[in-house]
């Protein structure tokens, strides 16, 4: 990992806090957070806005997964669980609310920093998927806009669609806007038309 991160860290256990405050400033990181129970996890958490959670499972109030999913419902934030134990219930539930990491106590420095740099990279790859997905939607909505402008356009002017499609793209380049802004602009005005007829 190139930059330093800000680490938030949580477990009900004092000499787990205490070992990661230790390892990850050791490993160049800035711990920011550091809770002993779920909910103050994620309160401070939606407060600092840490780039990496590492927290135990069971922890009072909220555990490691519930913890996960209610800061993940506002901003997107990696996590790491620790766990005492293995459990296959466990392993189910890491593909929801970004669990990008799992260790099992006890844990080493070298178990954190593995963990930390294949979290990372994981997150990071799944925002790029998530960001890719919504251009593509984003795009597709675009289409169906200008679609419906360009029929619009040919209705209105009696054109066809080339015609109607070459007007569109030379209005939106004499007034320096997106086709998707005069695409909308024109829906918009003939909804207003639309409504003038049947007042």
Known sequence: MKDPLRIAIADDESEIRDFLQ????????????????GRELVDKCLATRPNLVLCDIKMPTLDGFEAAAAVNAVVPTPFILISAYHSTEQMERLAD??????????????????????AMFRFEHHQALTQEVNNLRQALEDRKVIEKAKGIVMKRLHVDEEDAFRRLRKMASNQNRKLIEIGRQIIASEEIFHHLDSA
């Open 22 to 37: 230790e390892v990850l400033p050791r490993l160049g990181h800035q711990v920011v957070v550091v809770a002993s129970n």
């Open 97 to 118: 609310h970004l669990i990008m990491g799992y260790l099992v106590k006890p844990i080493t420095e070298v178990d954190i920093k593995t963990a930390m740099a294949v």
